[in-house]
């Protein structure tokens, strides 16, 4: 019942930044927590980093700790990824996804969790 698009993905150089954005739709009412995963060819999808609908609390892989930082407006239903200090192990594509407070939680770590997922944005990190 929500579609997210996300979109900012790009070509990048070692050590720039980017920021990804995810846009809600449908039934934005609704409370969900947000995450972001990323997936390079070959890999499984991975937890990067997710958020409370308050925003009040934020979570992240070690792996970008210290380099990303996820943020949310809900009054634009809107979720962001800022990624700085890029690497090129970053390389990948990155979905957002939403989870349903109402219909239970979990943990946010685990791509089983959510119950609504983006298509996807190719970042691409040169070295």
């Known amino acids: 019942q929500v579609q997210l698009v996300e979109s900012g993905g790009g070509f990048v150089q070692a050590g720039g930044s980017l920021r990804l954005s995810c846009a809600a739709s449908?039934?934005?009412?609704?409370?969900?927590?947000m995450g972001w995963f990323r997936q390079a060819p070959g890999k499984e999808r991975e937890f990067v980093a997710a958020?409370?609908?308050?925003?009040?609390?934020?979570y992240y892989a070690d792996s970008v700790k210290g380099r990303f930082a996820i943020s949310r407006d809900n009054a634009r239903n809107t979720v962001y990824l800022q990624m700085n200090s890029l690497k090129a192990e970053d390389t990948a594509v990155y979905h957002c996804?939403?989870?349903?407070?109402?219909?239970?939680?979990?943990?946010?770590?685990?791509?089983?969790?959510?119950?609504?997922w983006g298509q996807g944005t190719q970042v691409t990190v040169s070295s």
């Open positions: 996804a939403a989870d349903d407070v109402g219909r239970g939680s979990g943990d946010y770590r685990r791509v089983e969790t959510y119950d609504y």
């Open positions: 449908g039934r934005t009412a609704r409370r969900y927590a």
């Open positions: 958020i409370r609908w308050s925003g009040g609390a934020t």
